[in-house]
């Protein structure tokens, strides 16, 4: 089974771009039910139950946001509590909308992916497996005699597992590349440690300059030939021998 390679303390940190979009999403529905007046939108059949389902939910995801303004992130176990928790709200707000619509749907789609990609293993499934039931228990509330009813929900329920499996692949592919990326990244700062090691080290005095000739770089053994002190870098070549300054620019002339 395929594992997320995001750590929930990554310095990009998915879990907040979650809990911000938790948070817009919110705003976005409680927006709709307060401003539909005409009911071009929603169609809710059980207004006190999409409201109190809103409101709760934007009351959530501040709470959320602020948990992370006192650097308190969540684990592994309340992720995968917030995911569970927000397939029942969308639910909540299908059965005031008098049924699964298409958006929703969608809604519930996200949360699903968004699940596998922050939980690992068989926990990623489980959301999908949570989101299946839920879509069948609601179509059961609504028709429970027909059989025919039960086709969409089956569909969507594929729909969710497909989509968990694909976002674990995905966020695993990501994760092994961040990982490669991140090696590479710690090589190349063992490579520079060690030629700065071995520079310091060499009896020849070595100043490295750029085409402004700007120094970035001077050995100890060039501080000791040049009679310098520790000198803050970087710093013009003039300030430090004009005699060098020259025989470089002598050097560039008549290569």
């Known amino acids: 089974m395929p594992t997320t390679a995001f750590p929930l303390n ?11 979009y ?14 539909d007046h005409q009911h071009h939108l929603l169609t809710t059949e059980n207004r006190f139950l999409y409201l109190s389902t809103t409101v709760f939910f934007l009351f959530l995801t501040s709470l959320t946001l602020v948990s992370f303004y006192f650097n308190r992130p969540l684990t592994q176990h309340t992720t995968l509590l917030t995911i569970i928790i927000d397939l029942i709200l969308i639910i909540l707000l299908a059965h005031a909308n008098g ?11 996200v949360t699903v992916a968004a699940g596998s990609i ?72 063992d490579l520079k440690q060690l030629n700065s090691l071995i520079i310091d080290r060499m009896q020849t005095g070595i100043i490295v300059v750029d ?18 002190a520790s000198i803050p870098l970087p710093i013009a070549l003039t300030q430090i021998s004009m005699a060098l300054h020259k025989q470089i620019q002598q050097w560039l002339q008549t290569p």
């Open 118 to 189: 922050l939980l690992t293993g068989r926990q990623g499934i489980f959301t999908a497996a949570i989101a299946t039931l839920l879509v069948l228990t609601e179509q059961f509330l609504l028709t429970s005699s027909d059989r025919q009813a039960y086709i969409q929900p089956g569909l969507l329920g594929m729909v969710f597992f497909a989509t968990s499996l694909l976002s674990q692949n995905i966020a695993s592919r990501l994760g092994e590349a961040e990982a490669t990326a991140n090696r590479a990244t710690a090589h190349l700062a």
């Open 10 to 20: 990554h310095n990009w940190n998915p879990i907040k771009v979650y809990a911000y």
């Open 22 to 35: 938790r948070w817009l999403l919110s705003i976005l529905l409680l927006g709709l039910f307060l401003f």
């Open 211 to 228: 085409e402004n000739f700007m120094v970035h770089l001077m050995n100890p053994s060039a501080h000791r030939l040049l009679g310098l």
């Open 99 to 109: 049924g699964i619509t298409q958006n929703l749907s969608i809604l519930m789609t």
